[in-house]
């Protein structure tokens, strides 16, 4: 699959602008996060594709509206569109797990997981900005905000701080990538 098919299916499951944005930001992300990967020094054995990344990010709320935000369902109508098209399944278990419907095995799965929310808690930080803009928004910034529950109280701190034990990068350093990673497509994503 390539990302202008993830791109299509977006479509035809008939995302909003706004679960649009998300989606992208989390391609964004996952790519950057793979690139990483791919560069240091991690014990893995799993193949790195930037591509195959960016495609969970796209697509892991895919079926989010669609599915009238049933826990039950969601991700199910992604998966089974995935499968009919011979998708590698480590692709549709890291989709499935990010809302614990597949155990997060691969780092792939993992770190969608954690920069899920993250990605949530950047665009509430970016839209508290007098310029509402994503270069405005610092790494200090967003580490304030992650400290205050109140904020954005819907992103799941406990969740994106996996980053630490499942992926192994500091909560800094992993603000640091997924903001970065937000602010060089912020055109793109609106913001
Ligand atoms: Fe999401």
């Known amino acids: 699959m390539t990302k202008a098919e993830a791109l299509k299916i977006l479509e035809e499951l008939k995302n909003s602008p706004n679960m649009v944005k998300h989606a992208l930001a989390c391609g964004f992300v996952m790519k950057d996060l793979c690139i990483k990967f791919s560069k240091g020094n991690y014990n893995h054995s799993e193949p790195l594709d930037e591509e195959d990344w960016e495609i969970v990010g796209l697509l892991h ?31 549709i278990d890291a989709i499935r797990g990010h809302c614990d419907k597949a155990s997060r095995t691969s780092l792939m799965a993992k770190a969608i997981y954690a920069a899920d929310e993250l990605t949530g808690l950047i665009v509430a930080a970016a839209l508290v900005q007098p310029d509402k803009k994503l270069k405005s928004v610092t790494v200090e910034s967003v580490q304030r905000k992650f400290k205050d529950k109140s904020f954005a109280a819907g992103a799941n701190r406990d969740q994106i701080r996996t980053c630490e034990s499942e992926l192994n990068i500091p909560l800094e350093e992993f603000v640091s990538i997924v903001l970065k990673s937000m602010q060089d497509n912020a055109k793109e994503l609106g913001l």
């Not at 895919?62 to 399944?89: C, F, I, P, W």
Request: charged share 45%; net charge negative; aromatic share 4%.
């Open 61 to 91: 709320d895919a079926d989010y509206e669609l599915t009238g935000k049933s826990l039950d369902r969601h991700t199910e109508e992604t998966a089974k569109k995935l499968k009919e098209k011979n998708v590698d399944q480590s692709l």
